[in-house]
């Protein structure tokens, strides 16, 4: 049996893993990456937490928190590419967290 060139076959698991919505580095525990940790991005009444470049908006003392810690992706969630601070991807759980985020100061 012929060896696989070990850049090859990197590729192609990195082109899986893109393709079936992997979001995490290999080697990297997706629940050690996310944390709905405060950032420069909070606002009264939100908790944002960055992953990926992108911020995730959750009202404070959401259920789905606690799920992003846990599991990070969330199953439902609502992506506004570029509407963020600065032209970040915004994402949340509904619509309305996000419209409101936006407009709260």
């Known amino acids: 049996m012929k060896m696989q060139h070990p850049l090859a076959v ?4 990195g082109f899986l893993a893109l ?6 580095t290999a080697g990297s525990s997706p629940a050690g990456a996310k944390t709905a940790a405060a950032t420069s991005y909070d606002k009264p009444g939100f908790v944002t937490a960055m992953q990926d470049g992108r911020l995730w ?9 606690e799920e ?14 570029g509407a ?22």
């Not at 810690?69 to 199953?75: A, F, P, Q, S, T």
């Open 10 to 13: 990197i590729l192609v698991v």
């Open 19 to 24: 393709a079936f919505g992997c979001s995490h």
């Open 57 to 65: 908006v959750f009202r404070e003392g959401a259920k789905e928190i």
């Open 68 to 81: 992003f810690r846990k599991h990070g992706e969330l199953v439902k969630q609502v992506i506004r590419p």
């Open 84 to 105: 963020g601070p600065n032209g970040i991807t915004l994402k949340a759980p509904d619509i309305e967290t996000i419209n409101d985020y936006l407009k709260a100061k």
